[in-house]
Every structure is written in structure tokens, then in C-alpha cells.
T-cell receptor, first 114, second 110 residues
Framework: EAQVTQNPRYLITVTGKKLTVTCSQN?????MSWYRQDPGLGLRQIYY???????DKGDVPEGYKVSRKEKRNFPLILESPSPNQTSLYFC?????????????FGPGTRLTVL | KNEVEQSPQNLTAQEGEFITINCSYS?????LHWLQQHPGGGIVSLFM???GKKKHGRLIATINIQEKHSSLHITASHPRDSAVYIC????????????FGQGTRLTINP
């Protein structure tokens, strides 16, 4: 089944404890992206990647890192999480890019930073 | 002012009604996306438009590039259409960033 998977789905952590949220797609998509969703602010793009080893900042990249060493995986790294990073995170992928076709979204990861 | 504005923010209707959700944007765009977020949180991409009109089942999406406006229509609405509908624009040639509207919460009562 074609899908985007994220792990973990739920995570409660404490300030400063490094964490990684994994994202994987099995559709051989070139484009992958991370978003966060907050009440009153909607969805905002964190980072995106056009292909392996090619990443770029979205609108809210501060406090986050990403890497794209393999086409299928695009992990989101929080080196030193803070409470303002408490949010619902979505990973998404598309075959070539945003202008060409639709995006497939992962199920979301709800992160709470205490 | 947000780059992408949706209206209305909330919409409640009876089953069977024709629904229209609007999206206006202030930047030049290459494409516009309509997304649906179910009460459980999952997001599904409905349409990607760069011009004209697209139809999928009871859903119709239109875009007017000159007026910087898009609409999402639902015909013969059903309670299962209850969801948050989100408009997003890809701005700038070559840019792969998406800017999102705040979403429209639609509730269809039986």
C-alpha cells in the first residue's frame, strides 16, 4: 500500500532532550516536506527536500534540522526541544514537486514538550 | 494581512445543500492546493490547480488567476463531508514552499 509513515505518533518529552521524528514513504517520491500545525496559526512549512541531499528551509525552520540521505526517509530532528515546539507535525511527499502533482500526507505526530 | 485568506471560517449546513468555500491570495502563485482534514486529524489532498476547473465526484474546484481567487464547491453535501478544508498556495517560480490558509471548518447536519 502506498503510504507515508511517521513515528512516533505521540511523544511527550522534556525541554532540551534531543528527539527525532521519522518519516518514510514507499512511493519513490522525490519531494518531501515537514509541516507543523498549531491552533490559530494553521499549517506552516518547516523544511522541504527536492531530492537526496537537497534540503531547504520553509517558513519556520528555527529549532529544527532535517536530513535526506535516502530517497525514502526524511527525519525531523529537534536538537534541543522547547515548549514552543509543542505541536502536531505532518510529513508529506509528492512525486516531483508541488507544481506537478498532489501531496500525500503522513498520519501526524503529536509532540508535547514540557 | 495573511497571504492566503479563507472564508468562511466556519460553516454549518444541512445535508443536501450546495457548499462553497472561498480562498483569496495576495501573492503570485504557480499552483493552488485544496486539502481536507478529517476530525481524526488526517490530511488528504483533494485538488491541485494552476488554472480553470477540476471535478472529482461531488467536489469541484475553480481558480481565477487574474482575480487571485479559488473556490471549492461540494454538491449534494453529506455528513461525511464534515471536515476542515484548507487552501494552500505555491508561490514563486521554482519555489517549493507552501503557504496555507487558516482553514474552513464545515459541519453537515443530517
Amino acid at each position: 500500500e502506498a503510504q507515508v509513515t511517521q513515528n512516533p505518533r505521540y511523544l511527550i518529552t522534556v525541554t532540551g532532550k534531543k528527539l527525532t521524528v521519522t518519516c518514510s514513504q514507499n512511493m519513490n517520491h522525490e519531494y518531501m516536506s515537514w509541516y507543523r500545525q498549531d491552533p490559530g496559526l494553521g499549517l506552516r512549512q518547516i523544511y522541504y527536500s527536492m531530492n537526496v541531499e537537497v534540503t531547504d528551509k520553509g517558513d519556520v525552520p528555527e529549532g529544527y534540522k532535517v536530513s535526506r540521505k535516502e530517497k525514502r526517509n526524511f527525519p525531523l530532528i529537534l536538537e534541543s526541544p522547547s515548549p514552543n515546539q509543542t505541536s502536531l507535525y505532518f510529513c508529506a511527499s509528492s512525486l516531483k514537486g508541488l507544481a506537478a502533482d498532489t501531496q500525500y500526507f503522513g498520519p501526524g505526530t503529536r509532540l508535547t514538550v514540557l | 494581512k495573511n497571504e492566503v485568506e479563507q472564508s468562511p471560517q466556519n460553516l454549518t449546513a444541512q445535508e443536501g445543500e450546495f457548499i462553497t468555500i472561498n480562498c483569496s491570495y495576495s501573492v503570485g502563485i504557480s499552483a493552488l492546493h485544496w486539502l481536507q482534514q478529517h476530525p481524526g486529524g488526517g490530511i488528504v489532498s483533494l485538488f491541485m490547480l494552476s488554472s480553470g476547473k477540476k471535478k472529482h465526484g461531488r467536489l469541484i474546484a475553480t481558480i481565477n488567476i487574474q482575480e487571485k481567487h479559488s473556490s471549492l464547491h461540494i454538491t449534494a453535501s453529506h455528513p461525511r463531508d464534515s471536515a476542515v478544508y484548507i487552501c494552500a498556495v505555491r508561490s514563486g517560480q521554482g519555489a517549493q514552499k507552501l503557504v496555507f490558509g487558516q482553514g474552513t471548518r464545515l459541519t453537515i447536519n443530517p
